[in-house]
């Protein structure tokens, strides 16, 4: 109830100022799907996204700043992600907001483990070389970030419904050396057996493939069954995508590169077989 009390103020004030849901949300910096669901109720909205929207609908009466943001509040618990604001950039922001209402995701990676899936030493490594910029209590805070994703979208009452077709490239790729890629690949290993996760491997025998370009997702919702989100992702974070041809486009290619993928089953024997591989690399360079 106070979702849907919450999001009609909002919409009313919205239309107040002659906005579209698309011209909020561009200035913003959000989806259109994201203004959509706030204005319907669909999902709960922090109280920083609800000051952001009033500053944008030129809303500084405190008697009506006040109590929409305290309606906020008590709708829900602030957004865990809002205490690390001043690490995150609006889309990796808005990233983890829709990964937190998702009901399902469907990655496609060809170059590094995503995010929801990398062990703490891989994701260091990740981390320090995209942003070798940062000093190391950054590094730290962006890493807790990160493992603090994982623990929110696995360890909820509803998991997330994640499926994962890697290249396989990624696994060949000594991302921090033998003993991190050895953990990483233990890691996946355990991943697999999650009820939640399907994880597959897209072999370099496949040859060329639809996804050439680079990695994409795909989130689905469960009160929006047609209200799919596509992203691609960029040196400046992602980019999202919700025309319907984009969402088709994105839908199929994925299923391709399900197709042409090992089984789960065939995935897990190559991934004991790396592990395997790589623990070998650490004894050869112990005994060295």
């Known amino acids: 109830m106070r979702r849907r009390r919450l999001g009609y103020e909002l919409r009313?004030?919205?239309?107040?100022?002659?906005?579209t849901g698309e011209e909020a949300a561009s200035a913003l910096g959000w989806s259109h799907?994201?203004?959509?669901r706030i204005e319907t109720g669909r999902i709960a909205v922090t109280w920083g996204d609800v000051s952001d929207m009033l500053d944008l609908y030129d809303v500084t009466d405190p008697e009506v700043r006040e109590p929409l943001?305290?309606?906020a509040r008590e709708a829900r618990?602030?957004?865990w992600w809002q205490s690390y604001s001043s690490l995150l950039s609006p889309h990796y922001a808005t990233h983890i907001g829709l990964e937190a209402a998702a009901e399902s995701l469907r990655i496609f990676e060809p170059l590094t483990v995503p995010g929801l899936l990398q062990t703490e030493p891989y994701a260091r490594v990740i981390i320090a070389t995209n942003t070798r910029e940062l000093g190391q209590e950054e590094i730290d805070?962006?890493?807790e970030v990160r493992l603090r994703r994982q623990d929110?979208?696995?360890s909820s009452e509803d998991p997330l419904r994640l499926s994962v077709v890697l290249d396989e490239a990624v696994l060949r790729r000594e991302t921090g050396g033998p003993a991190v890629m050895a953990g990483q690949v233990q890691h996946l290993i355990e991943a697999s057996a999650h009820p939640r996760i399907?994880?597959?491997v897209l072999p370099f025998a496949q040859g060329s493939h639809v996804a050439m370009a680079g990695s994409f997702g795909i989130f689905s919702f469960p009160d929006d069954p047609g209200g799919d989100i596509a992203f691609i992702d960029t040196m400046v974070g992602s980019l999202f995508m919700e025309r319907p041809a984009e969402i088709t486009a994105a839908r199929e290619a994925y299923d391709e590169l399900s197709a042409q993928a090992l089984s789960r089953e065939d995935t897990v024997t190559l991934l004991n077989k790396t592990f395997a591989a790589y623990q070998q690399r650490c004894q050869d360079g112990q005994m060295t």
């Open 69 to 71: 943001i305290a309606l």
């Open 33 to 36: 799907s994201k203004i959509s």
């Open 152 to 154: 929110i979208v696995f």
């Open 198 to 200: 399907r994880l597959q």
């Open 12 to 19: 009313q004030l919205r239309e107040a100022t002659g906005k």
């Open 77 to 79: 618990q602030k957004g």
């Open 141 to 143: 805070k962006r890493i």
